[in-house]
């Protein structure tokens, strides 16, 4: 899971990137692992985000890692362009701290508060559900990743977006709600 980075864009159009106490470094098209991560939260938790995201680059589908890079990139542009060091851009429990980044093209740009500021989709899927229900019923995470055959990092995930879709911090908030 994703947890304490900052990103920040540079004169040029690049991103980098300093996850918690690691040195800066680029995010170019070689960071799969944060690429993969980053869009399966988008697509999870903002939908409307992942589908103008797609559109916009859909000529570059037939290349995957291009298509995906692109997509994840411009997200980090549009929303986490600025360097603070006071808050992380990712925080320490995979959420996303959005910032008002200076845009020329505020208050004109179609993409506006769908890519950039999106919208966060507050109903969960079936499968968030399901591990919702598994936390009521007092199972873990290795019991529930057992219990639906699923890697402990795909629950933690789950859990995660249940979190940020409902606006809950604690995991144990989730289980009282889901409680049978």
Known sequence: MLSRIEFYTCPDGSVNMKPGSSPVCSYDISCKEVTQEMLVYIKDIYPGAFNALSDLYSRSEKNKDFFEF??????????????????????????????????????????????CMPKKSTKLSAREEEV????????????????LCISPFTVSRHIANIKSRLGISKTSVIALKFRE
């Open 70 to 115: 692109k997509m994840v990139h411009r997200f980090i542009r549009c929303n986490f362009g600025e360097y603070d060091a006071l808050s992380m851009d990712i925080s320490a429990d995979g959420n996303f701290n959005f910032e008002h980044v200076s845009c020329p093209l505020r208050g004109e740009c179609i993409h506006e508060g769908v890519i």
């Open 132 to 147: 919702a229900r598994l936390l009521g019923q007092g199972l873990d995470r290795v019991q529930i990743a057992d219990e």
